[in-house]
Every structure is written in C-alpha cells, then in structure tokens.
C-alpha cells in the first residue's frame, strides 16, 4: 500500500482511507487491486495484460485508453539514466497518467498550483491515475526497479511538456519501503 509523504507539512499518511481521500481531493485516483493467485508478476507482459484483463477494460471504458503495455525497468536496463531523465523533471500530460505496480517501487510526486508538493510512494499493488495537465515528476526508490502496467489514450504513448521551474531539483526521491507500515500510524512524523 502507498505512502503519501507532504515535506513542507512534515506529514505522511499510510492509512489507506486517508490517502484515498487525500489523493481523490488533489483528483488522483488510488487503487489496490490484488497480487496474489492472479498471475506471477514476474511473467511475460502477456500472461500479465490477460490476466488484469477485466479490470483494463474497465479503465479503457471509464478514461478512454486505447492500449495497455508493461513497462519492466531493472538497475541493468540499457540505458537506465536517460531514460529515467524523461520521468524525473516536473512535466505534464496531456492525458491521464494511469499506472498498476506489479513489483519495484517509486515516487511520483505532484506539484499542485495552490498546496505544498507531495510524494506518492507505489508499490506492488497499487494503482494510481494522475490526471492530465497535473504538474509531477516519478522517481525510483534506491533498487531502481519497477514493473508496470500503463494505459495510454494515444497508441504512440505518452508525450511530457517539461515545466522550466526546476521544483523537481528540490526533491529526492523519499522511499520508505513496506517495513515502514508497522511503525506508521497515519501522523505527522
């Protein structure tokens, strides 16, 4: 389950209710959809996509994606840096940024025009949708893995518009990990 961490606020919240309050008053949609039985998340992009079939066709209805993928990134993706520059300037969408966690982990962050930044920490599990036009950024946590299913409204994928203020420089990629939940209690920390 996620973590939403607000720096200037010296807050984090690991409440499941309340990250989805907070998430749906900034309208970014948090999801759980289940792991266990399904499928191996380790299996072929595939076998992955049918399985979370009904649950794709239900977001392809409700946002208008055209076409679902799995992103697979390790620590020896070629060219992992350059790859991860796409991802970790401040930019926007022009459509929904819609992503399923199968394994790894990362942080988007949102810059939203009139509130403090935040973090959003994903793990296996979770499913978030940001919405277009939001000001973030994504940044892996420490073991640079992640694999995900991604929905697209445009077959060529999504396009950044990079924003020129350099929020984004400000911020490191806070990672707490699953361990952190037997401590959290949803306060200020």
């Known amino acids: 389950m996620a973590i939403v961490t607000i720096p200037a606020a010296s807050r984090r919240i690991s409440d499941a209710g309340e990250i989805k309050a907070f998430l749906a008053d900034h309208g970014i949609n948090y999801e759980t959809w289940p792991l266990e039985d399904r499928v191996d998340p380790a299996a072929p992009a595939d076998d992955i996509l049918a399985a979370y079939k009904p649950e794709i066709d239900i977001l392809k209805e409700q946002g208008g994606f055209v076409t ?11 060219n992992l840096d350059a790859m991860l520059d796409k991802f970790n300037k401040e930019h926007t969408h022009t459509e929904d940024e819609v992503r399923f966690i199968l394994q790894g982990s990362g942080v988007f962050h949102i810059n939203p025009v009139d509130r403090p930044v935040f973090g959003i920490e994903v793990w296996a599990g979770d499913l978030i949708s940001v919405p277009l036009g939001t000001r973030h950024w994504f940044d892996l946590c420490k073991e640079r893995r992640i694999r995900a299913i991604r929905l697209f409204q445009d077959t060529s994928g999504w396009t950044p518009h990079y924003l020129d203020d350099g929020v984004h420089a400000g911020y490191e990629p806070l990672c707490l990990g699953p361990a952190y939940l037997g401590d959290a209690d949803g306060a200020a920390s």
């Open 68 to 78: 679902a993928d799995v992103i697979d990134v390790y620590p020896d993706t070629p």
